[in-house]
């Protein structure tokens, strides 16, 4: 089970949903920090490089802007955070995809040990298999993992 958990940093409260990733049961967490609480000088291995190419583009095909509507804090929409099945040694993109996210950004960590794996763009772990990646006014966060191995599954 994939918790996504949602963090509102003025009202100090956690906001919690939940998804399921198949075949490998990989267990990361989604959560998200005020911008201004995470600085990419904060790890010497940060990195912010974009990864672009023709599946990787196919992800944002239907990305729409964040909305504006009456919701008070971002919260996450699930039909488009679906289940993800990998093949050894190939990559694999774990999308989310977050309304209303204003000034806050998503990251992502490894639930069995909680391990802070990317932060917007910025990676925050030494194995370089994971990518933060975003677009620029878009509500779709993606987390690249390359060659994927058993030890990725849950």
């Known amino acids: 089970m994939c918790n996504q958990i949602l963090f509102d940093n003025q009202k100090r409260k956690l906001l919690t949903t939940k998804k399921f990733l198949k075949k490998n049961?990989?267990?990361?967490?989604?959560?998200?920090?005020?911008?201004?609480?995470?600085?990419?000088?904060?790890?010497?291995?940060?990195?912010?490089?974009?990864?672009?190419?023709?599946?990787?583009?196919?992800?944002?095909d239907n990305a729409t802007p964040n909305p504006t509507g009456s919701l008070s804090g971002p919260w996450f929409d699930l039909p488009h955070s679906g289940n993800v099945t990998g093949v050894i040694g190939h990559v694999a993109y774990l999308a989310c995809r977050?309304?209303?996210?204003?000034?806050?950004?998503?990251?992502?960590?490894?639930?069995?040990?909680?391990h802070l794996l990317t932060t917007g763009l910025y990676t925050y772990t030494q194995d370089r298999r994971f990518t933060g990646i975003h677009r620029t006014s878009s509500e779709d966060w993606v987390l690249e993992i390359s060659e994927l191995s058993l030890a990725d599954g849950g």
């Open 25 to 60: 049961n990989m267990y990361l967490r989604v959560v998200l920090f005020a911008g201004f609480l995470i600085f990419p000088l904060a790890c010497p291995s940060a990195n912010n490089r974009w990864r672009s190419n023709d599946d990787l583009g196919k992800i944002y």
């Open 98 to 114: 977050v309304k209303n996210l204003g000034n806050f950004t998503v990251s992502w960590l490894r639930s069995s040990d909680t």
